[in-house]
Structure formats: structure tokens, C-alpha cells
């Protein structure tokens, strides 16, 4: 641990007992990270080095060790818990140490603690998270369980390779049981295609005269099935989205990311960039520091626009929960489009149903974060990028769209331009249509011409500098690179966390599984050019975040949620790789046995595909109505093991609205006290919203913030003053007295 900072308390010697046992806890095993996962071994001694105990658990000594709490056992030389819910806590009876030094070696985890003079209620706890952009921190209690207090560390630090063979193990998993699979497919695809000679043979089908053929060939060539099927699975999404984000997400930020994208959309719906900042502007900061940049007497969203324009439509309407599922629905839409574009329509009805049916994806489309709006800008432009019939509108329409893109999530944008340079260059590299797709590539950069313009100007708004953006100038920290005490080990272990994450929520199937739809196109040596596009772009926006200090988890690898539609079109074409392959080994086996050597094509399409729809529904009714338990929240908090997960998160919900709402409160000043045990501002992004973007409303609703209480009345004189209280869910009259 770190010396304390000044003025900080010394809680490395705090009023603990001088001696007492020690106590480890430990979580339950996430699925997707490699096993074993626990405690190595224990070593405690003196400070001179001596060797006082210990143990490499082989077994569970139960002379030495009580469980305390939960339930543990022994897998490969290493204690693990088998209580999923936990706490799990392993006690040592005796002796009782006092300044020693104990040295725990743990394997995989996510997070553990070790406690310290551990007698009764006192004691010190050390506790850590493997895989959570949390320091580590120290926590004191006194003989009778008083909280001493806390001191934070540094982030922790591990061995590189260690973590490259984790992520290598996390990767590979699938490949046994894929093969394994595809076995038993093939046995069942062949025997289906014997069937299905023997049928053939059997029935003569009547032939379809050509003249009727060719007059309904349109049916075919514009896929109006799989188009009708597309149409009803984005509206089921967006009905499914929006009972989520009523039900569960109670319409309402929970996050000061995604109150300052809200107040942005409100300054766009009332025609304005940026709005006056009101007195004593910490009464209204969603966040300490500000999650609202600053300048002179104007404030603003630091981030760029486009997630504000795209919820402005909603903003106007006081309704901006509608607009994430609405975007939502367009990715389903627009997948398909993009994916039978890039290879056809089964291709895209199956990357459609897909998507639609991922837990990640129903936890993006029910929150106000960007990230589905960036999606949707993505797709846009790529489904306008596939197609040159109209080149200058489309490439116009292909270069705005990615421009929203940089102006939504700017980052991984620019990670893009390598593999939409290349399409790009592609399109022109051939004589014949070299002059048409000149016009194509000109358009392009005229659109995004407009956006770079537009993006600058907005800058120029905000900052008052064109080249400086408001998270640039205000956002010091979040920046990257190796930097401030950013390092490869760090990068690493985020880049395995939310890897952990991705392989739990991108579609909620088997473990087993893995990434193996994803890796088949490349297992079977493909050349085609758009499998390459897709898993260039997945790689590289979610590579780049090594360079970032923060693994980001809310809700999923929100960080990796911009490699989504490139893994999604991925699994897609490896669902039809796989029908290819099982039909034309089936086919070739067939042909020596029966003479019949057509491939088997139905028969495998009724193989893989009744599997894949099993998994879709397993996964999304896993998630949605709790028919499984991959993982728990209780490992993850941040990644919600079923949408029930999704409430109340982070002490955010609309039940100070709901009390607003049925509350008499007309020309009032209403001040709102933090929640929960560290006063969280959470409680308040909510009502923050419900203020008119002058600040001049019938209701006003300020922080409640001691000793600046009396400042904040005076700056609106002639009101009533309130007093809010999320713990307490009351509205009641502000009483000077107990201002403290």
C-alpha cells in the first residue's frame, strides 16, 4: 500500500487488535475465465523472513481452517468456492499473528480479500479486484466493529505472460468441443440426406412450369420472406427494448455518461448548443467532478454530439427512452441489409436474429449510453458503402453516417479508416469502373468533409477552440497510452476482462461454445475479402483499448460493444460455413454410398440451423425470463446475469419522480440529498433532467449540499424550499436548523 496522502488518516496502524487470525474470501468461478480459480497457497511470516505457516492446499486442513461463510473445495491444488452467491470466507483457527507478513498467491479469480488480526468484529481487510479497474484498498475496524476508515491503493499489477496465457486459454476453449460437435452434425446431416434420396426417388415432385417461374423469380430475388421476417423481429426488439428500459431501467440515467448526453438533447431540442450555467453551479453538477464541461458563463456535454442529436428526436417529444430502442431496431434492420449486402440474405436473416436475440445487445438498446447509436451510424454507412447504384447520393449518405460515427464515439471510429480505406481504394483499383467509383470515393469524403466541419464547429461552440474538444479539455485522465501510471500489465488485464464479459453476454450461449461460429469462416481457410473486413474491425476497436487504463464494464464490455456487428456477421457466416461444409462432405459420402452425390443441403440447413435457433432462444429466454444461470450478479455486478439486474442500479431509479409527480409543488426549490452510504449523485441525475435548461422552471431541483444550502435558496428567492430524499423516498420542507 501506498503512504497515506497529507492530511489523509494513517489507517496502516489503526486502533485494531494487536493480534488474531486471518481470513480469506474468495468469489465463485465466472464461467468463461480459466479454472482453477482461487487460492494458490499461503505463506505468513515474520519480519525477519522466518517461516511461520504455511499451506499450498492440496486439501482443506479443517484443524487449521473453519469456513466462515459459503463453502469451499479443492480443484488442482487450489481452494476454490462452490458458493455462487457467497460470501465465501475461510478463517484461520489460530494462531494469533500480529505484524507479519503474509504472502497469498491467488489463480484466475476476479476479486478476493485477505483479513488481517482478524478477532471478532476488528481486524484489517485487504481487498482487490484481479479484473475491475478498482485500486486496491485497505480497510480498519476497532475492537467493537467500528469503521476505522479506508485507504486506497494503486491499481494492481501481474505477469504479462500469465495473462497472455489466460487470454490464449479463454480463446481457445471452444476448439475440442466445436470439433466434436461438428461430428455429430455431420452424422446426423448424413443420415438426414439418406432420407432424403430415399424420398426423392420415391415422390415425384411435380416441375414448376419456367413461364410461372420466371413471372415470380422477383419473389426470390428481393427476399421478401426474409425481409418480412427482418421487419418483425426489429419491432419485437424495439418493444422488448422499450418494456426494458421502462421495467427495469425506470426511464431514467444511470449514469452521469448518460445524464450529460440527456442535457445535451435538451439544449438540441430547444435550439441551442450550449446553456447558461445557473448559480452556484455544484448545486447542479451530476457528477464530482462536473460531468458537464464549462466555459465562462455556458456549459455543455464535454462529449461529442452525436449520441445527443440522435436522442434530441425524443428530448422534443419528452421522451427520450424511445429513441435507444428505436436504434436498436434499426441495427437489426440494417444488419440483415449489411449482411446479405456482404454475402446474402440467409447470411443477414441469421446475423439479424442473432443480434437481436444477445443479452449484450437488449442491455445497450435499453440504456441512453452511445454505444447502439454508434452502432446504427456504422451500419448506415456500411450498408451504404456496399452499394454504389446511385454513387454520389450514396456516397454522400456512406461518408455523413460515418462521420456521425467519429462525432458519437470518436476513438474507435478512427480505428476504422484502415479497412474503409482499403473497401475504398478496392473500389477503384479496377479500370473499368474506375471513373464511377471516383465519383463514389469523392462523395464519401464530401460527406465526411461535412461531419470533420460540423465537428469543429461544435468544438468552437463548446470550447471556443475549433481543435479542442470539451472531453479533451476538460477529461485530463482518460487518455491514451501508457501514461500516468498506465502500464502493458494493466492493459492486458482489461483486455481479459472484458473478454470475460463478452464471452458471458454477446450471446449467452454455452461456454463450450466460445467463439467458435466466429473463428469457422478462418478454421476453413476463407478468402473472402468481407470475413477479413469484419474481423480487421473487430480486432482493431477492441485492441486499442490496451492503450486505456480503464476496463469500463457496465452492462457488458461496454468498451467492445463497437466490435458487435463485425462479431455478429462473423457468427453468421460461420453458421453458413458450417451448413457448406456439413453439405458437402454429406453430399461426397452420400455420392459413394446411394450414387446420389448432390450436396446435402437441406439436411444441413435443418441441422444447423434448428441448433443455432435453439441456442438464440436459450440464450435470450436465459437472460430475459431466467431459464438459465450462466453466471451470476453476484460475481459480476456490472454484468447483470438477467435483466431483473438491470433496477435500481447504482441507486438510480424514477422513485423521486413518482413522488414529484403526485407532490403539490408549484413555483418550488427543491434541493436533493445524495444517496446511500457515500452520498452518491446518482439519485439526483434524474431529477437534475426534470430542470428546463435555463434553470428557470416551476421546479427547480438542486443538490443538497451542506453548508452552501443557504447560498443556493438565495439564488432563487421567492420560492418554496424542499428537501428530497431517495433513502428516505420522502419530499418534505427545508428547515434551515438542519442544515449541517
Known amino acids: 500500500m501506498p503512504p497515506p496522502k497529507p492530511g489523509e488518516p494513517d489507517y496502516t496502524t489503526p486502533a485494531t487488535p494487536a493480534r488474531g487470525s486471518i481470513s480469506l474470501s474468495i468469489q465463485a468461478a465466472v464461467p468463461s475465465l480459466p479454472s482453477p480459480q482461487g487460492i494458490d497457497s499461503i505463506v505468513v511470516t515474520d519480519p525477519a523472513g522466518r517461516e511461520l505457516m504455511r499451506d499450498d492446499f492440496n486439501f482443506i486442513d479443517n484443524e487449521r481452517w473453519k469456513t466462515a461463510a459459503g463453502s469451499f473445495a479443492i480443484e488442482d491444488g487450489v481452494l476454490i468456492a462452490t458458493d455462487v452467491v457467497g460470501p465465501n470466507v475461510l478463517e484461520l483457527i489460530g494462531p494469533g499473528f500480529g505484524d507479519q507478513i503474509v504472502t497469498v498467491t491467488f489463480r484466475n479469480g476476479m476479486a478476493a480479500g485477505v483479513s488481517l488480526r482478524h478477532s471478532g468484529p476488528g481486524g484489517i481487510t485487504y481487498g482487490f479486484n484481479l479484473l475491475r479497474d478498482f485500486p486496491n484498498y485497505l480497510e480498519a475496524y476497532d475492537d467493537d466493529g467500528s469503521w476505522s476508515g479506508t485507504t486506497f491503493g494503486d491499481w494492481l499489477h501481474t505477469d504479462k505472460t500469465e495473462t497472455l496465457q489466460a487470454l490464449g486459454a479463454m480463446l481457445t476453449r471452444w476448439y475440442p468441443a466445436s470439433l466434436a460437435l461438428l461430428g455429430g452434425a455431420f452424422v446426423i446431416a448424413l443420415v438426414l440426406s439418406f432420407a432424403e434420396t430415399g424420398l426423392t426417388r420415391r415422390v415425384h415432385l411435380p416441375v414448376i412450369p419456367p413461364t410461372w ?10 427476399d421478401l420472406i426474409a425481409l418480412a421476417a427482418v421487419l418483425v423481429l426489429a419491432v419485437v426488439t424495439a418493444a422488448a427494448s422499450m418494456h426494458i428500459i421502462s421495467a427495469y431501467y425506470s426511464r431514467v440515467p444511470h449514469l452521469p455518461d448518460e445524464a450529460s448526453y440527456m442535457f445535451q438533447a435538451k439544449l438540441f431540442a430547444a435550439g441551442r448548443i450550449t446553456g447558461p450555467v445557473p448559480p452556484v453551479p455544484e448545486a447542479f453538477w451530476i457528477w464530482i467532478p462536473s460531468w458537464l464541461y464549462q466555459h465562462g458563463n455556458e456549459w455543455a456535454t464535454p462529449y461529442p454530439f452525436g449520441q445527443p442529436l440522435g436522442l434530441a428526436p425524443g428530448a422534443l417529444f419528452d421522451a427520450m427512452w424511445v429513441m435507444p430502442p428505436l436504434f436498436g431496431a434499426g441495427c437489426v434492420a440494417l444488419i440483415y441489409a449489411v449482411g446479405r449486402r456482404m454475402y446474402d440474405a440467409r447470411t443477414g436473416l441469421v446475423a439479424a436474429v442473432v443480434l437481436a436475440g444477445s443479452p449484450f445487445f437488449l442491455m445497450q438498446t435499453s440504456n441512453f449510453m452511445s454505444h447502439t447509436t454508434w452502432a446504427f451510424y456504422l451500419l448506415a454507412s456500411l450498408f451504404f458503402l456496399l452499394d454504389r447504384g446511385r454513387p454520389i447520393l450514396f456516397g454522400v449518405l456512406a461518408g455523413v453516417f460515418f462521420g456521425l460515427a467519429v462525432n458519437t464515439r470518436t476513438i474507435e471510429s478512427l480505428m476504422l479508416v484502415p479497412p474503409f480505406a482499403a473497401v475504398l481504394l478496392g473500389y477503384i483499383a479496377p479500370k473499368p469502373t474506375r471513373r464511377e467509383n471516383l465519383k463514389y470515393l469523392a462523395s464519401f469524403l464530401a460527406g465526411g468533409a461535412l461531419m470533420l466541419l460540423a465537428m469543429l464547429f461544435y468544438n468552437w461552440q463548446i470550447t471556443g477552440d475549433p481543435l479542442t474538444s470539451g472531453y479533451a479539455a476538460s477529461n485530463t485522465d482518460a487518455v491514451l497510452g501508457f501514461t500516468d501510471g498506465h502500464t502493458l500489465d494493466i492493459g492486458l488485464r482489461n483486455q481479459e476482462t472484458l473478454l470475460m464479459a463478452l464471452l458471458l453476454v454477446l450471446n449467452n450461449w454455452p461456454q463450450w461454445i466460445g467463439i467458435g461460429f466466429i473463428v469457422l469462416p478462418f478454421a476453413f481457410g476463407t478468402r473472402n475479402r468481407w470475413d477479413w473486413f469484419c474481423a480487421v474491425s473487430a480486432l482493431l476497436v477492441m485492441l486499442v483499448y490496451v492503450l486505456y487504463k480503464y476496463s469500463g464494464l457496465f452492462e457488458g464490455p461496454r468498451y467492445w460493444y463497437q466490435a458487435v456487428p463485425f462479431l455478429i456477421l462473423l457468427t453468421a457466416r460461420g453458421t453458413e460455413r458450417a451448413v457448406a461444409a456439413l453439405a458437402h462432405v454429406a453430399g461426397r459420402v452420400r455420392g459413394r454410398l446411394l450414387g446420389d452425390a448432390r450436396p446435402a443441403l437441406l439436411p444441413s440447413l435443418l441441422v444447423v440451423y434448428v441448433f443455432v435457433a435453439f441456442l438464440v432462444v436459450d440464450g435470450a429466454g436465459g437472460w430475459l425470463f431466467g431459464w ?104 418534505v420542507p427545508y428547515d434551515p436548523a438542519t442544515d449541517r
Not at 431541483?701 to 433513502?727: C, H, L, Q, T
Open 213 to 222: 417461374r420466371a413471372r415470380y423469380d422477383w419473389l426470390a430475388q428481393r
Open 628 to 731: 438459465n444461470d450462466r453466471w451470476l450478479e453476484a460475481n459480476i455486478a456490472a454484468v447483470p446475469d438477467d435483466v431483473t439486474g438491470l433496477k435500481s442500479k447504482y441507486l438510480a431509479d424514477d422513485r423521486l419522480l413518482k413522488l414529484a409527480a403526485q407532490s403539490d409543488l408549484k413555483r418550488a426549490l427543491v434541493l436533493v440529498k445524495g444517496c446511500g452510504q457515500f452520498q452518491s449523485l446518482a439519485c439526483y441525475d434524474p431529477l437534475f433532467l426534470e430542470n428546463n435548461v435555463t434553470f428557470d422552471g416551476e421546479v427547480v431541483w438542486a443538490r443538497y449540499i451542506p453548508g452552501k444550502n443557504e447560498a443556493i435558496v438565495d439564488a432563487f428567492p421567492g420560492r418554496s424550499v424542499y428537501v428530497a430524499s431517495w433513502d428516505e423516498n420522502s419530499i
